[in-house]
């Protein structure tokens, strides 16, 4: 699953609007020009071999089924809209609480709670721990079992961490050795949600964008 930071908002919503516009206004367009082609017909025809009525109405017809795609279109971009809208209603409901990713969380002195699963063969677990420039800072030995672990962010000698952006890694081991090392999921905060090409992102307090469908569960605050 990949964890992006969050990029500047796109105008997505604004492009949309614009291509549909820009698409009705050349239907309209070209519509005219149909139209002063088929006068342009009339007027110059042969008046002893008049153009077949047939004829106009193929062409009345291919006209149509242009201008029926189009409509089709700007009505299917305006479903999605309001899709995504809806999306959005439902996705600024998580704004405030603590959503389960599998990511770096951000420390500012209170806990962060790791989700840990450690395989059942296992006998030793440990809690890995990076900083934002990726040097391992701690390793501290987990409870086997898959219950919360508060990590409280203290050094050996009792005083905080630096606050920053952490990532973890729990790593498992069986009569010594390594069976897996897995990235650890952990509880962080929703600070904004949108809605880019389509898909619903979270960003969350880390500063960090997630798709909402890679959330695998969602809490208040603890």
Known sequence: MDILPAPTTTATATTATTNSTTDSAVLTSDFDVF????TAQV?????LEPIDNSE?????????????????????????????ANDMVSAAN???????????????????TIAPNPPITADEVTLIVTNAQGT????????????????????????????????????????????????????????EARVEGGETLLV?????LIAATNVLGLREPV
């Open 56 to 84: 106009y109405a193929a062409q009345l017809a291919q006209f149509s089924m242009v201008e029926q795609q189009v409509t089709t279109n700007d009505l299917i971009q305006q479903m999605l809209s309001a899709l995504g």
């Open 136 to 191: 391992e800072v701690q390793r501290h030995t987990m409870p086997l079992g898959a219950e919360p672990f508060t990590w409280d962010g203290l050094a050996a000698d009792g005083s905080l961490l630096e606050f920053g952006e952490y990532s973890f890694e729990i790593e498992s081991k069986s009569n010594g050795e390594v069976l897996i090392v897995d990235p650890a999921l952990v509880y962080t905060r929703v600070t």
């Open 35 to 38: 139209l002063q082609m088929l």
């Open 94 to 112: 998580w704004i405030g609480k603590e959503a389960l990713v599998e990511g770096p969380a951000l420390f500012d002195g209170s806990p962060v």
């Open 43 to 47: 007027e110059h025809q042969d008046p």
């Open 204 to 208: 969350l307090d880390s500063g960090y």
